[in-house]
């Protein structure tokens, strides 16, 4: 089946950047999540990208998207304390009748 | 608006014991799924809904579990009886499409002794 791929930390420096990735296998996505998951919370709807365009930004938040790769990256600029938390990629296509196809998640760790 | 409703938020029962979680989607969604997350096996979709029909039950766990959706702002998650190993976060999410971009409510997070 279709699978999406995360690696499940990333430590950076207040202030730094942090750029999280996400891999995936179905060539025929139509869109792309990140979702964001803060302790004891729910997933929160961050951004998406439709698989026609090959970035998006949104304030500090610039999603990548290479669709020859099927790389998907979400960079956080000046990243702060209150953005740590739990990075989902996911992805939906025809293939998934238009379900979500999570990636496992990558926690992100702020050190000052 | 509310957001996606879940209740209760916090659930202690013992093994055996019928346990029942509540989700109310956003208004005007026609999509509705259940999730449970875990450390050992992430997140999982369990069921989803669209238009108060099951679609796809594939990810239901065991026949003691059962999910029901009688109109289109109310879903229960059943799980009789409840063991140990239900212990987890359970997710409502809702959707105004057919299930892409979805919102999270809070989750339940039950544990089972």
């Known amino acids: 089946g279709e699978d999406v791929e995360q690696s499940l930390f990333l430590s950076v420096r207040e202030g730094d950047s942090s750029v999280i990735n996400c891999t995936y296998t179905d060539s025929s996505s139509t869109y792309l999540y990140w979702y964001k998951q803060e302790p004891g919370a729910g997933l929160q709807l961050l951004t998406y990208i439709f698989s026609n365009m090959d970035m998006k930004q949104d304030q500090r938040l610039t999603v990548l998207l290479n669709k020859k790769d099927k790389h998907l990256s979400l960079r956080i600029a000046d990243t702060q304390t209150g953005d740590s938390a739990i990075y989902f990629c996911a992805e939906s296509s025809v293939i998934s009748n238009y379900q979500l196809i999570w990636g496992a998640g990558t926690k992100l760790i702020i050190k000052p | 608006d509310a957001g996606v409703i879940q209740s209760p938020r916090h659930e202690v029962t013992e093994m055996g014991q019928e346990v029942t979680l509540r989700c109310k989607p956003i208004s005007g969604h026609n999509s509705l799924f259940w999730y449970r997350q875990t450390m050992m096996r992430g997140l999982e979709l369990l069921i989803y809904?669209?238009?108060?029909?099951?679609?796809?039950d594939s990810g239901m766990p065991e026949d003691r579990f059962s999910a029901k959706m009688p109109n289109a702002s109310f879903s229960t998650l059943k799980i009789q009886p409840s063991e140990p190993r239900d212990s987890a976060v359970y997710f409502c999410a809702s959707s105004p499409t057919s299930g892409d971009t979805q919102y999270f409510g809070p989750g339940t997070r039950l544990t089972v002794l």
């Open positions: 809904f669209n238009n108060n029909v099951p679609i796809d």
